[in-house]
């Protein structure tokens, strides 16, 4: 019989009281260890690109209280997927958090002009709304435009294209590496 913790919390503190660090809310099985879910990539982006796949799975699953907090997850779920892809061809956590902070249509910009080429007019849309993404979590979301007609599938569908194109070309990267 496997044990479950079930939270709501998308605090990166809750989230790792709630489950020793694992991201993903909801509910999770704690004997499992998500790096056994059949994880091929290996690399300095290979954990980042895991991350982004667990929040991608609580979008998926419809685990957000309001289209604010879907938003919100989304640029998460889209700034560590394309945070994957930089770290890869050697961009360091300082460098993304300088030039890029929490602007996903500017990680997507460096990101396309370094090699990603994922230009899906669906995620240049959803990156210009999410960026920055920080903003739909501040207190003042009357300010913030209307996101009522969010269409929640359309944004689980985009971000998994994003996150498609980046673990393949990781795996591209790493392959390239192989062979050097």
């Known amino acids: 019989m496997k044990t479950m913790i079930v939270t709501t919390s998308l605090s990166r503190r809750g989230l790792a009281r709630a489950s020793g660090g694992l991201l993903l809310t909801g509910i999770l099985p704690i004997c499992d260890n ?59 956590d300082d460098w993304c958090r300088q030039r890029i902070g929490l602007f996903v249509d500017k990680a997507l910009a460096i990101a396309n002009e370094a090699g990603l080429y994922h230009r899906d007019p669906a995620m240049l849309e959803l990156a210009g709304l999410l960026s920055p993404y920080g903003q739909w979590r501040g207190p003042f979301a009357a300010d913030l435009p209307a996101i009522e007609t969010i269409n929640t599938s359309r944004v689980s569908a985009t971000l998994d294209g994003l996150l498609g194109t980046v673990r393949r070309r990781l795996a591209g990267v790493s392959n390239e590496g192989a062979e050097r």
């Open 34 to 92: 998500v790096s056994d879910w059949g994880r091929k990539l290996h690399g300095r982006g290979a954990d980042r690109f895991e991350r982004a796949e667990e929040f991608n799975r609580g979008v998926a699953a419809g685990l957000y209280r309001d289209p604010r907090d879907l938003l919100y997850q989304a640029g998460i779920v889209a700034q560590l997927g394309i945070g994957a892809y930089l770290l890869e061809l050697g961009a360091s």
